[in-house]
Nanobody
Framework: QVQLVESGGGLVQAGGSLRLSCAVS????????TAWYRQAPGKQRELVAA???????NYADSVKGRFSISRDNVKNLVYLQMNSLKPEDTAVYYC???????????WGQGTQVTVSS
């Protein structure tokens, strides 16, 4: 019932910025939390940032102070603003939506972020 489509990835030099967008459609009011994950080659997928139904954000220590997650409830978009990018941030970034009732865990297709030095 919920669909996610990511966009905004690309190539950027270290120190630069990118903003990722996640377009949410379907029964969006069932979503308990929305999150951004990332997966680099040879590594496990890891949580980057999450935002609850009430708008409370949480961040991984590695991105705290550099990344910001936000939500536009009118446009049904979830953003990940990424500043002061580092080569270590290079990964495929995925949008995720989770619900406890009805239970589901939905993923977008991913968008590539490459940070060069």
């Amino acid at each position: 019932q919920v669909q996610l489509v990511e966009s905004g990835g690309g190539l950027v030099q270290a120190g630069g910025s990118l903003r990722l967008s996640c377009a949410v459609s379907g029964s969006i009011f069932t979503i308990d939390s929305t999150a951004w994950y990332r997966q680099a080659p040879g590594k496990q997928r890891e949580l980057v940032a999450a935002i609850t139904r009430g708008g409370s954000p949480n961040y991984a220590d590695s991105v705290k102070g550099r990344f910001s997650i936000s939500r536009d409830n009118v446009k049904n978009l979830v953003y990940l603003q990424m500043n002061s990018l580092k080569p270590e941030d290079t990964a495929v970034y995925y949008c995720n939506a989770e619900s406890t009732w009805p239970p589901y865990n939905v993923w977008g297709q991913g968008t590539q972020v490459t940070v060069s030095s």
